[in-house]
């Protein structure tokens, strides 16, 4: 099982986790354009990470694989969890919208649209 002391950084081509306590990289996962990650805070050996290519993909970190994976029909640039572990938030590159996903429920369904922004959402 790993630490709870782990970075996430990622590039054009991957996505890599580092052990912050001795720098040293723990694993990597191919994915192209990840714009953005969050750890959930309930279980923290679950990541998430959202890609331009309209993708909010969650890995477990300690079983080193893919879990679920949602595709929104918008390119991506953000997410955060919302402190129940059981929401999340994501902004788009395009629309300016911000997506709330409830995820208890279907994986296509977006729990509450937030617009307001006419351009790109940097962070949520």
């Given at each position: 099982m790993?630490?709870?002391?782990?970075?996430?950084?990622?590039?054009?081509s991957s996505l890599t986790l580092f052990d912050t306590q001795t720098?040293?990289?723990t694993l990597?996962?191919?994915k192209?354009?990840?714009q953005g990650l969050a750890f959930s805070p309930l279980n923290k050996l679950l990541l998430?990470?959202?890609?331009?290519?309209?993708?909010i993909t969650f890995y477990d970190i300690n079983e080193k694989k893919l879990v679920k994976q949602i595709q929104t029909?918008?390119?991506?640039?953000?997410?955060?969890?919302c402190q129940d572990g059981h929401t999340?938030?994501?902004?788009?590159?395009?629309?300016?919208?911000?997506?709330?996903?409830?995820?208890?429920?279907?994986?296509?369904?977006?729990?509450?649209?937030c617009t307001g922004h006419k351009e790109t959402v940097n962070t949520v």
């Open positions: 790993l630490d709870h002391y782990l970075l996430g950084a990622a590039s054009d720098t040293n990289q990597s996962f191919p192209q354009n990840v998430c990470c959202v890609s331009s290519d309209a993708t029909g918008e390119s991506l640039t953000s997410v955060a969890f999340i938030a994501v902004g788009a590159r395009n629309s300016g919208n911000v997506m709330i996903y409830d995820l208890r429920k279907s994986a296509r369904e977006v729990y509450k649209y």
